[in-house]
């Protein structure tokens, strides 16, 4: 699939570069504290001699915390050039570090080829169809292979207009399961929340069942296991 394509590739190659130096430094505590918590359950996940890819990962600020695990074999994922050059840039001291350009509706992977895959900070809701990225995500997890992710959930409405005011974007409406902002450049981004019947309903629709749990107050995190 060519990345251009992507409902909201020219609202993040576009917005991107205005925004990467304050993306987290300027945001509410309450989405610090959803940065914060995500990584922490991330790290416990991480086993030695396995393969991890973390998809919409941009310059690799989630990665950080585990770069020095050089028994570790780490992909990253994004649709940004920008952010792809990044991330190279960040981490060329790390050999066990890979960063691809690439859609997460048509990954750029073998089937069946790592053991975890995260999808962090919302990122189920940057893909303009979420179906084809977790059937594409189920066909390059192993057999016994895990997806982590995290999401806004009901109680984030609030939060998610602080945060994209704080990030000079402009607010635009919302209804019962998203935010629509628009961007100092005119371009409008939806950013959506789920319910657990609603993360249930989309996973159950390839036919993957889904633990889902409290992360924080505004937000849920999920796990899968590939049979």
């Keep these: 699939m060519d990345i251009k394509k992507d409902i909201n590739y020219r609202f993040w190659h576009e917005y991107y570069p205005l925004i990467k130096n304050k993306f987290i430094g300027e945001l509410p505590k309450e ?3 959803f940065h914060n918590s995500e990584t922490k359950e991330m790290i416990k996940l991480i086993s030695i001699g396995k ?16 770069k020095e695990k050089k028994d570790v074999q780490i992909f990253g994922l994004d649709f ?4 792809v050059d990044e991330f190279q840039q960040k981490f060329k001291k790390n050999p066990n570090i890979i960063k691809k350009l690439g859609s997460a509706q048509d990954m750029p992977f073998k089937d069946d080829f790592f053991d975890g895959v995260f999808l962090l900070y919302n990122n189920l809701s940057v893909v303009g169809n979420q179906i084809e990225m ?6 390059i997890l192993k057999s016994g292979g895990f997806l982590f992710g995290t999401v806004y959930n009901e109680n984030a409405k609030d939060l998610q207009i602080k945060s994209y005011k704080g990030l000079d974007m402009t ?3 919302h209804d019962n399961i998203s935010v629509t902002v628009i961007s100092p450049n005119r371009i409008t981004y939806t950013s959506e929340r789920f319910s657990k019947e ?5 996973f159950s629709s390839i ?10 107050r505004y937000s849920y995190k999920y796990k899968v296991i590939k049979n």
């Design 51 to 66: 393969k991890y890819l973390f998809v919409g990962c941009g310059d690799g600020r989630e990665i950080e915390p585990i």
């Design 80 to 83: 940004v050039p920008q952010a």
């Design 207 to 216: 036919n993957l069942d889904i633990e889902i749990s409290n992360l924080t």
């Design 198 to 202: 609603r993360l249930k309903k989309l």
């Design 171 to 173: 607010y635009l409406k």
């Design 31 to 33: 989405v610090k504290d």
């Design 134 to 139: 977790l059937k594409e995500i189920k066909r």
